[in-house]
């Protein structure tokens, strides 16, 4: 049963895998969080402890849930379950599941909001270039983006898109009609024959965008910030790298957010890996699979931390400007550079498709449940209303991300952008709803990778894990045996421990006492 979302449902070939699973990795998060965060850490060191933690925990991590996918060949939730009775062990294994299960759903209701941003860019910077070679021929490719306008201007689209509701959730919309689409088509009708065309069209725009941003604008400095090294140095005099270390060493929040960013981008803990595992042929080399997706998703990060920075530095803008660094900072870069609107555009492009191989895949982990639950091949249905839903908690979302007050001090407060849902709790003091979740996201896909780690290590045998696995080399299988085993669960517990007990408990209370 080839291209339907039951179980027997496979990938066409190795190819069509690697390319949706290196899809539902490569999203928003390689794009828009790894480069705003790398900002927010100080470069160089986040990206060798972010590249560490992929390393020694994430890629251990991705190797057990695609073998929990491959070998239970159920939803990720069922997956579990089965080989649980298999191992002797009781069914409430599924807790893990259950959480990633929960998390991607989560996080596919503000996701796409969030994405619906990127939709908005794409239109506004489209019709600004259209308007350009309108007005003066082939002579307005040159120009920026939103030549003619001010920097208060294009620094200000973000927040006219966030007074303007009606015009988020239209976008949202769209979004997610696409996503439910695609999903609704089935495994190699839909989501494999989306990521065959997606995908190579992502890494063609990526590369050119690179080379745009290489020749544009001020690499050194860019690759300076992002990886810690300087053009032209033959020996780091400066130390930066060792300086970078031993302050991520004395400062835990980089070593959390590098595994935070490690979990959100591979997708690890949020049962994706295992949905898209149980499609996966037995013959499919998984180990190899695994390391090809890990490279992928690390080296897109990287990649496009490069193809942003060197914009960003060569007009003096703020690399560490947070989550507004793609739809506040970018713009005014692409204005003041030759061909701006050209480029502008083809980033936003390739945001959205990388935002539509990611939200495929955290819709099609619930859908494959409900499908499994009604024993009935009713994706269209079922992809219809997981995705009502999610649109309607994505409205609220969107709802609350609109300024209290607006842009002539009139009072625009609502239930949505006021509302705290957690506001008492020190972890989650000041969220709004859409901020609240993704917060909660950041505990739960972290908690579900601590618990398949130790299922993985723990309760699955050696016999039947080296079987499902198929490493093929013994010494390569004791390793990852002892990474998840011991490595994954403690570095995980210690970073949930740290992000969630330590700073907004511990810390302020000795600081206090100080």
Not at 161 to 168: G, K, Q, S, V
Not at 175 to 197: D, K, L, N, P, W
Not at 298 to 305: D, N, Q
Request: proline fraction near 3%.
């Amino acid at each position: 049963m080839q291209g339907t979302a039951g179980e027997g449902a496979t990938w066409s070939s190795r190819a069509a895998f690697i390319l949706a699973a290196i899809g539902s990795a490569v999203g928003l998060g390689n794009l828009w969080r790894f480069p705003y965060v790398a900002g927010e850490n100080g470069g160089g060191a986040f990206v060798l402890f972010y590249v560490l933690c992929v390393i020694l925990i994430g890629l251990p991590v991705l190797v057990a849930e695609l073998f929990i996918g491959r070998r239970g060949g159920m939803s990720a939730v069922g997956s579990v379950v089965r080989i649980a009775k298999a191992e002797g062990r009781s069914g409430l294994w599924a807790l893990q599941s259950w959480f990633g299960m929960i998390g991607a759903f989560i996080i596919l209701t503000f996701y796409s909001v969030i994405a619906g941003w990127v939709l908005a860019y794409v239109v506004m910077m489209g019709a600004d270039l259209v308007s350009a070679v309108a007005a003066n021929g082939l002579e307005g490719l040159r120009a920026g983006a939103f030549a003619g306008q001010s920097k208060e201007q294009v620094g200000a689209k973000l927040v006219e898109l966030l007074n303007d509701p009606t015009r988020m959730i239209i976008y949202h919309a769209i979004f997610m009609v696409i996503t439910v689409f695609i999903v609704a088509r089935g495994v190699q009708g839909g989501i494999e024959a989306a990521v065959t065309f997606l995908m190579p069209a992502f890494f063609v725009l990526l590369l050119i965008l690179l080379g745009f941003s290489l020749i544009e604008g001020d690499r050194a400095q860019g690759i300076d910030f992002l990886l810690g090294v300087r053009l032209g140095d033959t020996a780091l005099e400066d130390g930066a790298v060792r300086r970078g270390l031993l302050h991520g060493l004395k400062d835990g929040s980089v070593i959390s957010a590098a595994l935070g960013q490690a979990f959100f981008s591979i997708g690890l803990g949020s049962a994706l890996m295992a949905t898209y595992g149980a499609y996966m042929r037995a013959d499919q080399d998984l180990p190899r699979s695994a390391r090809l997706i890990a490279i992928a998703d690390t080296g897109v990060g990287i990649v496009a931390g490069l193809a942003i920075f060197p914009i960003v530095f060569a007009l003096g803008l703020n690399a560490g400007e947070g989550p507004t660094l793609m739809f506040v900072t970018l713009p005014l870069a692409f204005q003041g550079m030759p061909f701006g609107g050209v480029f502008g555009i083809m980033f936003f492009i390739l945001a959205f498709f990388a935002a539509i191989t990611s939200s495929i895949a955290l819709l099609e982990t619930s859908t494959k449940w409900v499908d499994e639950q009604t024993k009935t091949d009713q994706r269209l249905r079922s992809a219809i209303i997981i995705g009502a839903v999610v649109f309607a908690i994505g409205v609220l979302n969107a709802l609350s991300q609109v300024p209290a007050v607006g842009p002539n001090g009139e009072d625009q407060a609502n239930f949505w952008n006021t509302w705290q849902p957690l506001g008492g709790v020190p972890l989650f003091e000041g969220m709004v709803l859409l901020d609240f979740l993704s917060a909660t996201t950041d505990i739960i896909l972290p908690v579900a990778g601590f618990i398949t780690a130790v299922f993985a290590g723990w309760v699955v045998s050696s016999s039947a894990a080296r079987e499902a696995i198929g490493f093929k080399s013994e010494i390569w299988f004791k390793r990852w045996r002892f990474l998840i085993r011991w490595v994954c669960p403690l570095g995980i517990f210690i970073v949930i421990f740290y992000a969630t007990v330590w700073t907004p408990f511990i810390l302020p209370a000795i600081s206090g006492s100080n």
